[in-house]
């Protein structure tokens, strides 16, 4: 499974556009990108999947370059409720058991 | 829709006694479930996949033997934590594969385990 890389924190205000990078140097033709957020104390909530150039849906936008080794986790305007630890995670194609593993993930702090 | 519920959302035990853990998904049908354990402050660690109708997979370290899982239908998995000690005490969350592109996993609310 190809291993990924993020900030362990960062810190944004109210308002701002934080973009989360991620690195995954080893990823596999097969493999696709997700991104989740977790709140203390509650599992993970799928926020975003990739496989190419960029995705978005009504919370975030998901940008990947052509060679894949990385993406970009952007959320607009955030707010105090977006303080939570953001994952990247690689997982496995159609082929397998999709398994996930999850690195140590990027804690954001919101402030106001 | 892509809902996960697990039940009960904590539960507090004794040492020595087994506790069951569920997992469901409400809207759709999962053929594979994942199990994970999270401490404080840490990441979510992967304990097993769980495949409807076959034994489960473990991941290297977690004893298949006191972690006793069953996805007996394509909407439940449980996990039994057997003769439950004080170092089991941790957050257990699992998560149900949406097939199709992709195969978004989606995770339950978590249960956390008090081991007394």
């Known amino acids: 499974l190809a291993k990924t890389t993020q900030p362990i924190s960062m810190d944004s205000y109210e308002g701002q556009e934080v973009n989360i990078t991620c690195s995954h140097n080893?990823?596999?033709?097969?493999?696709?990108i997700t991104w989740y957020q977790q709140f203390p104390s509650q599992g993970p909530r799928f926020i975003i999947q990739?496989?190419?150039t960029k995705v978005t849906n009504e919370v975030a936008s998901l940008f990947i370059p052509a060679d894949r080794k990385s993406s970009t986790l952007s959320l607009p305007r955030v707010s105090l409720s977006d303080t939570a630890v953001y994952y990247c995670?690689?997982?496995?194609?159609?082929?397998?058991?999709?398994?996930?593993?999850f690195g140590q993930g990027t804690t954001l702090q919101v402030k106001p | 829709g892509a809902v996960v519920s697990q039940h009960p959302s904590w539960v507090i035990c004794k040492s020595g006694t087994s506790v069951k853990i569920e997992c469901r998904s409400l809207d759709f049908q999962a053929t594979t479930m994942f199990w994970y354990r999270q401490f404080p402050k840490q990441s979510l660690m992967l304990m097993a996949t769980?495949?409807?109708?076959?034994?489960?997979?473990?991941e290297q370290g977690v004893e298949k033997d006191k972690f006793l899982i069953n996805h007996a239908s394509l909407t439940l998995s449980t996990l039994t934590v057997t003769s439950a000690h004080p170092e089991d005490s941790s957050f257990y969350i699992c998560?149900?594969?949406?097939?199709?592109?992709?195969?978004?996993?989606?995770f339950g609310p978590g249960t956390r385990l008090t081991v007394t």
């Open positions: 769980s495949n409807e109708g076959s034994k489960a997979t473990y």
């Open positions: 080893n990823i596999a033709t097969n493999d696709y």
């Open positions: 995670l690689v997982g496995e194609g159609s082929s397998n058991t999709g398994k996930l593993i």
């Open positions: 990739g496989y190419k």
């Open positions: 998560s149900a594969r949406l097939e199709g592109w992709g195969y978004e996993q989606y």
